[in-house]
T-cell receptor
């Protein structure tokens, strides 16, 4: 299957600071990328969907000004958590899908964010 | 009622057993069905995907879709301790977003 990478794999930041998470599709062009959040022992919660060159579409209840998503190229999307609070601590996972093979949606390894 | 229902388990079986994981769903428009495996603190890994009803086999894994009953299954034959993980079913209507089940935690005991 295709490879999706995320960086960093884990990050600790202080309250009030911002942190950026990168998601890259390494061997295919991702026309659509997704950002999920996962709490312990729970399923994935979709935060937003982004298409290359377009503004992200956020799910209900997700603050778009707090979780900034940029999908500037077919291989890179970024999620920036602004003014982080301890309740933003979570496991963030990106996912990518090619426009040609909609059946196959691949996930990155995830980024564990801890806000102190 | 959730769109996709999946028994969260946990499910514990001895090594070598046949494992059956299942999901039911309510949206008859779902066309694409996937199974993901997620190890602890890792991202989900796509195991199999099927389109519409039928069976699909890949090594020790078999995915079944019964659209008339709105029921999908994943069978694991000759289960191994390395199969211990959380298994997530997911499904989609057309090019819409994936809808996930809650995930089933599976442990294969040596």
């Amino acid at each position: 299957g295709a490879v999706v990478s995320q960086h960093p794999s884990w990050v600790i930041c202080k309250s009030g600071t911002s942190v950026k998470i990168e998601c890259r599709s390494l061997d295919f062009q991702a026309t659509t990328m997704f950002w999920y959040r996962q709490f312990p022992k729970q399923s994935l919660m979709l935060m937003a969907t982004s298409n290359e060159g377009s503004k992200a579409t956020y799910e209900q209840g997700v603050e778009k000004d707090k979780f900034l998503i940029n999908h500037a190229s077919l291989t890179l999307s970024t999620l920036t958590v602004t003014s982080a609070h301890p309740e933003d601590s979570s496991f963030y996972i990106c996912s990518a899908r090619s426009g040609r093979r909609l059946n196959e949606q691949y996930f990155g390894p995830g980024t564990r964010l801890t806000v102190t | 009622q959730k769109e996709v229902e999946q028994d969260p388990g946990p499910l514990s079986v001895p090594e070598g057993a046949i494992v059956s994981l299942n999901c039911t769903y309510s949206n008859s428009a779902f066309q694409y069905f996937m199974w993901y495996r997620q190890y602890s603190r890792k991202g989900p890994e796509l195991l199999m995907y099927t389109y519409s009803s039928g069976n699909k086999e890949d090594g020790r894994f078999t995915a079944q879709v019964d659209k008339s009953s709105k029921y999908i299954s994943l069978f694991i034959r000759d289960s191994q301790p390395s199969d211990s993980a959380t298994y997530l079913c997911a499904m989609r209507e057309g090019a819409q977003k994936l809808v996930f089940g809650q995930g089933t935690r599976l442990t294969i005991n040596p």
